[in-house]
C-alpha cells in the first residue's frame, strides 16, 4: 500500500442496504476524513477522526457513522442507503497539523 | 454565498495557452490548497500555501492573504493538464477544509 486507499473504486446498492466503505492509510496521520462529492457541489465533510479512537461529525453526518479503531482505518459505514446517498466518496488524511492533504481514488456508489 | 468561490466554472483553452484560475474566500484561513481532479480519477494536491507563492513545473501559485484571493496559473498549457482543479481554504476556526466547486479545464491540441 502507497498513501490512501479506497475499496471498493465503486458499487451499486439496493436501498435499505448496509454497506462499509473502506479506507486505509500507511502514512501514519493521525487525522482522516470523509467526503463526499456532489455535481455542482464542492466536496462536503461526512465525518472526521483527528486521531485514533476519536471520531467528529462534519457538514453532512446523517445516515452515516464512522469508526477509528488505530491510525491506519477509517471506515465509513451507511446503516440502510437511501438513494440520496448516491455520490462519490473520498476518503482523506492528513497530519495534525492541517498540513498537506492526500485523497484516496474516491468510491463511486449508486443507490437504487 | 459560499465560503469559498472560484472563477471561471469552466475554461476552454488551445494548447500553449496561460492559463489563470481564481480563488477567494471569506473566511479566516491557515492555508489555501489547490487540488487536480482527472476525469474518473482521484484528488491530487498540487500546492498547500499560506502566503506568497510557489512554483512546480508550469504550474504556479499565488495567494494575497489581506485579500482573500489565490491564483493557479498554468503556463504553456497541455492536454493532459485537462482535469477540474479544485480551490480549498483550511479554517482557522474549525480547521477543517471548505471546497470550492471546482473549474473544469480542457485544453484543446
Known amino acids: 500500500i502507497a498513501g490512501i486507499t479506497q475499496a471498493p473504486t465503486s458499487q451499486i446498492l439496493a436501498a435499505g442496504r448496509r454497506m462499509t466503505l473502506r479506507c486505509t492509510q500507511d502514512?501514519?496521520?493521525?487525522?482522516m476524513y470523509w467526503y463526499r462529492q456532489d455535481l455542482g457541489l464542492g466536496l462536503r465533510l461526512i465525518h472526521y477522526s483527528n486521531t485514533a479512537g476519536t471520531t467528529g461529525k462534519g457538514e453532512v453526518p446523517d445516515g452515516y457513522s464512522v469508526s477509528r479503531a488505530n491510525t491506519d482505518d477509517f471506515p465509513l459505514t451507511l446503516a440502510s442507503a437511501v438513494p440520496s446517498q448516491t455520490s462519490v466518496y473520498f476518503c482523506?488524511?492528513?497530519?495534525?497539523?492541517?498540513?498537506?492533504?492526500?485523497f484516496g481514488q474516491g468510491t463511486r456508489l449508486t443507490v437504487v | 454565498k459560499n465560503e469559498v468561490e472560484q472563477s471561471p466554472q469552466n475554461l476552454t483553452a488551445q494548447e500553449g495557452e496561460f492559463i489563470t484560475i481564481n480563488c477567494s474566500y471569506s473566511?479566516?484561513?491557515?492555508?489555501l490548497h489547490w487540488l487536480q481532479q482527472h476525469p474518473g480519477g482521484g484528488i491530487v494536491s498540487l500546492f498547500m500555501?499560506?502566503?506568497g507563492k510557489k512554483k512546480h513545473g508550469r504550474l504556479i501559485a499565488t495567494i494575497n492573504i489581506q485579500e482573500k484571493h489565490s491564483s493557479l496559473h498554468i503556463t504553456a498549457s497541455h492536454p493532459r493538464d485537462s482535469a477540474v482543479y479544485i480551490c480549498?481554504?483550511?479554517?482557522?476556526?474549525?480547521?477543517?477544509?471548505?471546497f470550492g466547486t471546482g473549474t473544469r479545464l480542457q485544453v484543446f491540441p
Open positions: 502514512m501514519r496521520h493521525n487525522a
Open positions: 500555501l499560506s502566503s
Open positions: 482523506a488524511s492528513s497530519t495534525t497539523q492541517g498540513t498537506e492533504a492526500f
Open positions: 473566511v479566516g484561513i491557515s492555508a
Open positions: 480549498a481554504v483550511r479554517s482557522i476556526n474549525t480547521d477543517k477544509l471548505i
